[in-house]
């Protein structure tokens, strides 16, 4: 069974930075697309960025482009989400997710993990 | 940037169907997914490519991409189907995922 795993979260200062981590086990990682997605509390689900299954290609939303980078690590079967400059509307569960194909939906999350901004 | 919209809230009692839509510009050419999310839970794909059905995704749950309205129906609605409910595109035009904002499902 597909199992992701993130970590990293946690309770973090306007302005600075804080790096995210996914586990993947029980599937061939480096053959997947894999993205981040976010959920404010009481909101919805919000796309956060997608990386390519070699990692040549990354696409951020909007809200985080110049400010977080996606990258991933096949020989670890590891997805990471470096945030910087971070702001109180950044505060949110973080998913990490896995698609099938270059249009295709989410067919396996992880947990989550909470990232907190707050002084 | 493209935007998905759903009805915030639909109720329905016990027994009865469900009908969720989601809304975007030419959402017709798109394939459609759909998640249910319950609460403290991450989200679980019930339907993609507008009908298609992942294993172990009871048949109640069904999909439609017609007449440009993309609907999510629920069939024989349960207590346990008590969830929120989100639409997602691909938009090609920006290489990004969409989701819509999400509709809460109460069963009466």
């Known amino acids: 069974q597909v199992h992701l795993v993130e970590s990293g979260g946690g309770v973090v200062q306007p302005g600075r930075s804080l790096r995210l981590s996914c586990a993947a086990a029980e599937f061939t990682f480096s053959r997947y697309g894999m993205h981040w997605v976010r959920q404010a509390p009481g909101k919805g689900l919000e796309w956060v960025a997608v990386?390519?299954?070699?990692?040549?290609?990354?696409y951020y939303a909007d809200s985080v482009k110049g400010r977080f980078t996606i990258s991933r690590d096949n020989s670890k079967n590891t997805l990471y989400l470096q945030m910087n400059s971070l702001r109180a509307e950044d505060t949110a569960v973080y998913y990490c997710?896995?698609?099938?194909?270059?249009?295709?939906?989410?067919?396996?999350w992880g947990q989550g993990t909470l990232v907190t901004v707050s002084s | 940037s493209y935007v998905l919209t759903q009805p915030p809230s639909v109720s329905v009692a016990p027994g009865k169907t469900a009908r969720i839509t989601c809304g975007g510009n030419n959402i017709g050419s798109k394939g459609v997914h759909w998640y249910q999310q319950k609460p403290g839970q991450a989200p679980v794909l019930v339907i993609y490519?507008?009908?298609d059905r992942p294993s172990g995704i009871p048949e109640r749950f069904s999909g439609s991409n017609s007449g440009n309205t993309p609907t999510l129906t629920i069939s024989r609605v349960e207590a346990g189907d008590e969830a929120d409910y989100y639409c997602q595109v691909w938009d090609s035009s920006s290489d990004h995922w969409v989701f819509g904002g999400g509709t809460k499902l109460t069963v009466l």
């Open positions: 990386i390519s299954k070699d990692g040549s290609k990354k």
């Open positions: 997710a896995k698609s099938w194909d270059d249009s295709s939906g989410f067919d396996y």
């Open positions: 490519y507008d009908s």
